[in-house]
């Protein structure tokens, strides 16, 4: 669950940014430009999530390429964790943009339930992880 959290990292802030945005235009009740904040960052995180699930794809595809130190007994180990990542990447990032919104909205029982959302997301993929490993 650490690599999901360092994948945010492809966020690069955009969070924190949109929220400053959408708070600002809340209180001028503009809400096209509020709109356009929204839907940008929105495109934007699902690019970066899109390319991330790629990335991750592609090492999960050539893991022994990328990966050579590592034993040959784990690398179908290594691919599924890539695949687990690459899956938990477009959900999470794209959560993460309604977060910044819900947060420039003060609803702060709704950014809890999005981060149990996103929490019971990446339990279940790990849990799905040693059931597929166990299935081996």
Partial sequence: MSCLSMAELFGMGFGKAVTKH???QMTKKDYHVMNVVFNSAYIWYIIIGTLGCLICVGLGLKF????KHVNS???????ISMYIIATAMIPC???SIFKAV????QRYDLVNLVNVIRSVLRVLLV???FQVLSLR
């Fill in 93 to 95: 990032m794209s959560l």
């Fill in 73 to 79: 007994n784990l690398v179908h180990e290594g691919r």
């Fill in 22 to 24: 959408v708070a600002e």
């Fill in 127 to 129: 849990v799905g992880y």
């Fill in 102 to 105: 819900l947060h420039a909205e």
């Fill in 64 to 67: 022994e390429v990328f990966f």
